[in-house]
């Protein structure tokens, strides 16, 4: 079984910046891919940022150019430098990792962006 373990989140001003940090609690397995979800009330969960093993990422639209994702595969960890926070990026923050055949989630990190 493996853990993903989440810290950063907090509350900040609108065009603050925040960092997210997640780990695995297993270093020797092997991801594809590991990312951030965010869920707002009353809203689905969306893909925020995603890096893969092959090194390319993809973002949100609503968040390139403000958002920085990057990691170590071999580590398994995942982070999300958040600048230039906006009120929209209220939400709880998921930290997430992939393989073929499995899919693990964090328990989430509240982000609350105050205007």
């Not at 925040?18 to 689905?44: D, V």
């Not at 609503?62 to 995942?78: C, L, M, P, Y």
């Amino acid at each position: 079984q493996v853990q993903l373990v989440e810290s950063g989140g907090g509350l900040v001003q609108a065009g603050g910046s925040l960092r997210l940090s997640c780990e695995a609690s297993r270093r020797t397995i092997t991801f594809n891919a590991m990312g951030w979800h965010r869920q707002a009330p009353g809203k689905q969960r969306e893909l925020v940022a995603v890096r893969y093993s092959a090194g390319n990422t993809d973002y949100a639209r609503s968040v390139k150019g403000r958002f920085t994702i990057s990691g170590d595969f071999a580590e398994n960890t995942v982070y999300l430098q958040m600048n230039s926070l906006k009120p929209e990026d209220t939400a709880v923050y998921y930290c997430s990792a992939h393989k073929i055949g499995n899919d693990y989630w964090g328990q989430g990190t509240q982000v609350t962006v105050s205007s």
